[in-house]
């Protein structure tokens, strides 16, 4: 398998719910990202990975908790959410030089998510 | 916030070549220009990146001018399939993270 796989496609939840997000890269990037993007809004950037460890987390609200436990797999798990989280979450990954020098990003297929 | 800037929508037909023009007045000496490609409900994919110049690959061509304060993503002989969203991007500050805009809305008409 190639790219980026984000499993599930879709998820309805709960407001009450614990719930997870996954994300798996098999390109050998050392970066990934989640973003999530609005009905009609443009992608929001959420979290960034760089091996393995957190350098930005943008203001995000503590029920949505990021996971990285290698640098091939992202998680993004869900708790408590509100009907206003509905989106699609997409992740990405590239692969960032020690300069931190641009590459290019591949996304995934993203999580449509729906909080009822 | 994004640092580029682009149309909201275009219309065009089938067949016709499309230009869509970028600004980056603040584009760093060392930042690529990146175009993405986005269908409803799925993930921007890449289209074309360049530095200066002009880039030309099987789908695209991407012309930047000498001062690389704007770039021009060229689609030749447009299809109803290339109906979506184009973003234009160049990376922040520390390099590794990208802002989207709102992009640009592509409407192909047969």
């Known amino acids: 398998e190639t790219g980026v796989t984000q499993t599930p496609r879709h998820l309805v939840m709960g407001m009450t719910n614990k719930k997870s997000l996954k994300c798996e890269q098999h390109?050998?990037?050392?970066?990934m990202y989640w973003y999530k993007q609005s009905a009609k809004k443009p992608l929001e950037l959420m979290f960034v990975?760089?091996?393995?460890?957190?350098?930005e987390n943008n203001s995000v609200p503590s029920r949505f908790s990021p996971e990285c436990p290698n640098s091939s797999h992202l998680f993004l798990h869900l708790h408590t959410l509100q009907p206003e989280d509905s989106a699609l979450y997409l992740c990405?990954?590239?692969?960032?030089?020690?300069?931190?020098?641009?590459?290019?990003?591949?996304f995934g297929s993203g999580t449509r998510l729906t909080v009822v | 916030l994004a640092k580029t800037t682009q149309p909201i929508s275009m219309d065009s037909y089938e067949g016709q070549e499309v230009n869509i023009t970028c600004s980056h007045n603040?584009?760093?000496?060392?930042?690529?220009i990146t175009w993405y490609q986005q269908f409803p409900s799925q993930g921007p994919r890449f289209i074309i990146q360049?530095?200066?110049t002009k880039v030309t690959n099987e789908v695209a061509s991407l012309f930047i001018p000498a001062d690389r304060k704007s770039s021009t993503l060229s689609l030749p002989r447009v299809s109803l399939s290339d109906t979506a969203v184009y973003y234009c991007?160049?990376?922040?500050?520390?390099?590794?993270?990208?802002?989207f805009g709102a992009g640009t809305i592509l409407r192909v008409k047969s």
């Open positions: 990405a990954s590239s692969q960032v030089g020690t300069d931190l020098d641009y590459i290019g990003y591949t």
């Open positions: 390109l050998g990037h050392n970066a």
């Open positions: 990975y760089n091996f393995k460890e957190q350098t």
């Open positions: 603040n584009i760093a000496t060392n930042d690529y």
């Open positions: 360049g530095y200066k």
């Open positions: 991007l160049v990376p922040s500050e520390g390099g590794n993270k990208l802002v």
